[in-house]
């Protein structure tokens, strides 16, 4: 199957300062990529949705200038937290999805990216 | 997006086969069945997905009611690895999202 992979895998951060994560689609191009985000024993919950080479859509509820995306290649998605404090600690998760028509018609999850503020 | 039921939570023993229930009775037409699972402190695994049919693939089998408004995946042989959260998930045909709800922790004994 398709390969998603982020970076870091975890990071912990001083409350105020900004986080970038990556997600990268490694063996396919993804058009869409999804970002999600998991506290402790609670489900995945979709925070944005975003198309290459045009603006994130955000979930009702998700600051959009606390969560800066990009998604500026078919292979690679950013999620920055900005100014982070301690309830932003949470479990980040990328998803990707391929070209309609492709060889993998399926969503595919990375591995995630556990952030701790202090 | 259309709302899935799970039960909260299962068991099986090692070797044996697990069906692990889903509802969905305001699936539209155009909703495609997905199946997911997540271990601890990984982001989820597809599993299998279907519209209509029954599907079969290595992981597991899905099985669809005719009317659409519940299915089943089928794990054949529960292994220890087998124990995670499973999550039933309707993708939009539109929208193409995948909205988790809470899924049914399966726990496998030995």
């Known amino acids: 199957g398709a390969v998603v992979s982020q970076h870091p895998s975890w990071v912990i951060c001083k409350s105020g300062t900004s986080v970038k994560i990556e997600c990268r689609s490694l063996d396919f191009q993804a058009t869409t990529m999804f970002w999600y985000r998991q506290f402790p024993k609670q489900s995945l919950m979709l925070m944005a949705t975003s198309n290459e080479g045009s603006k994130a859509t955000y979930e009702q509820g998700v600051e959009k200038d606390k969560f800066l995306i990009n998604h500026a290649s078919l292979t690679l998605s950013t999620l920055t937290v900005t100014s982070a404090h301690p309830e932003d600690s949470s479990f980040y998760i990328c998803?990707?999805?391929?070209?309609?028509?492709?060889?993998?018609?399926?969503?595919?999850f990375g591995p995630g990216t556990r952030l701790t503020v202090l | 997006d259309a709302k899935t039921t799970q039960p909260n939570s299962m068991e099986s023993n090692e070797e044996e086969p697990v069906h692990l229930p889903c509802n969905h009775s305001?699936?539209?037409?155009?909703?495609?069945i997905h199946w997911y699972r997540q271990l601890p402190s990984q982001g989820p695994e597809y599993v299998i997905h279907g519209l209509t049919s029954n599907v079969n693939n290595r992981m597991a089998s899905l099985a669809i009611a005719e009317d659409r408004k519940s299915s089943t995946l089928i794990l054949h042989r529960a292994t220890l690895r087998d124990a995670a959260v499973y999550y039933c998930i309707l993708r939009g045909f539109n929208t193409g999202k995948l909205i988790f709800g809470q899924g049914t922790t399966l726990q496998v004994k030995p």
């Open positions: 998803s990707a999805r391929e070209l309609a028509g492709g060889v993998y018609n399926e969503q595919f």
């Open positions: 305001t699936i539209s037409g155009t909703d495609y």
